[in-house]
């Protein structure tokens, strides 16, 4: 793990909190990647996107905390147990991790509908977005979630040596009254179970980011601080 050759891009503008810089760290692509060695590494805290593999390396903030889920040890809360509730007669069908339009026209509601800059998400195109989800080394899977016969949401997992690593979910705007991104992790945290893994990891937890601080929802999470895993919460965890 010490000799993995590691890129540092120049730094550029956090996509998550307005104020700040950021600075991304990047495993060399003459490294070959593989599920084995890419398990190692979300233990310490990386990611991917696509076929890279990174990290934040900024210099002066460490707001972006990694993020794992011990499966066993979690019990859904009654805001969570009302969404199981609701996905009553939610059918799940997982797929390979292949371009499928009716996925990619999904993909494309859910930006406009979500994100502040509709037209240039209507610029994205097939290739960007398997590009982005897809990957040529990972074990990947896209589950969808189909209510009444729709689809209403797919979510794009990662098979990892200890447990499923949540990669991105997106749905339809029509079925937000049934939670499907509070179900589609609810389901991965019941597969993991099912396949004998130990963890979710569910990416960085950023506490003054309204997009990704809902995941201190699944407890007992713990994040990565200071190179040791421990438990965080709302009320135990501040920000230095």
Same mark, same amino acid.
């Given at each position: 793990?010490?000799?993995?050759?590691?890129? @540092?891009?120049?730094?550029?503008?956090?996509?998550?909190?307005?104020?700040? !810089?950021?600075?991304?760290?990047?495993?060399?692509?003459?490294?070959?990647?593989?599920?084995?060695?890419?398990?190692?590494?979300?233990?310490?805290?990386?990611?991917?996107?696509?076929?890279?593999?990174?990290?934040?390396?900024?210099?002066?903030?460490?707001?972006?905390?990694?993020?794992?889920?011990?499966? #066993? /040890?979690?019990?859904?809360?009654?805001?969570?147990?009302?969404?199981?509730?609701?996905?009553?007669?939610?059918?799940?069908?997982?797929?390979? /991790?292949?371009?499928?339009?009716?996925?990619?026209? @999904?993909?494309?509601?859910?930006?406009?509908?979500?994100?502040?800059?509709?037209?240039? $998400?209507?610029?994205?195109?097939?290739?960007?977005?398997? $590009?982005?989800?897809?990957? $040529?080394? #990972?074990?990947?899977?896209?589950?969808?979630?189909?209510?009444?016969?729709? @689809?209403? /949401?797919?979510?794009?997992?990662?098979?990892?040596?200890?447990?499923?690593?949540?990669?991105?979910?997106?749905?339809?705007?029509?079925?937000?009254?049934?939670?499907?991104?509070?179900?589609?992790? @609810?389901?991965?945290?019941?597969?993991?179970?099912?396949?004998?893994?130990?963890?979710?990891?569910?990416?960085?937890?950023?506490?003054?980011?309204?997009?990704?601080?809902?995941?201190?929802?699944?407890?007992?999470?713990?994040?990565?601080?200071?190179?040791?895993? !421990?438990?965080?919460? $709302?009320?135990?965890?501040?920000?230095?």
């Amino acid at each position: 793990m010490s000799s993995i050759p590691i890129w @540092l891009d120049s730094g550029h503008a956090c996509g998550y909190l307005e104020d700040r !810089q950021a600075r991304s760290g990047f495993v060399h692509p003459s490294v070959k990647m593989d599920t084995p060695l890419y398990s190692q590494l979300i233990a310490q805290g990386f990611r991917r996107s696509g076929d890279h593999v990174y990290k934040p390396y900024c210099e002066t903030c460490q707001a972006c905390v990694p993020t794992r889920l011990p499966v #066993s /040890a979690f019990q859904p809360d009654r805001k969570q147990k009302r969404c199981i509730k609701r996905n009553a007669q939610t059918r799940v069908v997982v797929k390979n /991790a292949e371009f499928d339009a009716r996925h990619f026209r @999904l993909y494309q509601r859910y930006l406009s509908a979500r994100h502040d800059k509709p037209d240039e $998400n209507a610029e994205t195109t097939p290739d960007d977005y398997i $590009n982005f989800l897809g990957s $040529n080394w #990972s074990d990947t899977l896209f589950v969808e979630f189909l209510i009444g016969g729709q @689809l209403a /949401a797919v979510a794009v997992v990662d098979v990892v040596s200890d447990g499923l690593s949540a990669v991105y979910t997106f749905f339809d705007p029509d079925f937000a009254g049934y939670s499907p991104g509070v179900y589609a992790v @609810l389901w991965q945290i019941e597969t993991a179970k099912q396949m004998g893994l130990t963890y979710l990891y569910l990416g960085y937890w950023i506490k003054d980011c309204r997009k990704m601080r809902y995941k201190i929802d699944y407890q007992p999470l713990t994040g990565l601080i200071d190179g040791q895993w !421990q438990a965080i919460s $709302n009320h135990t965890f501040t920000e230095d």
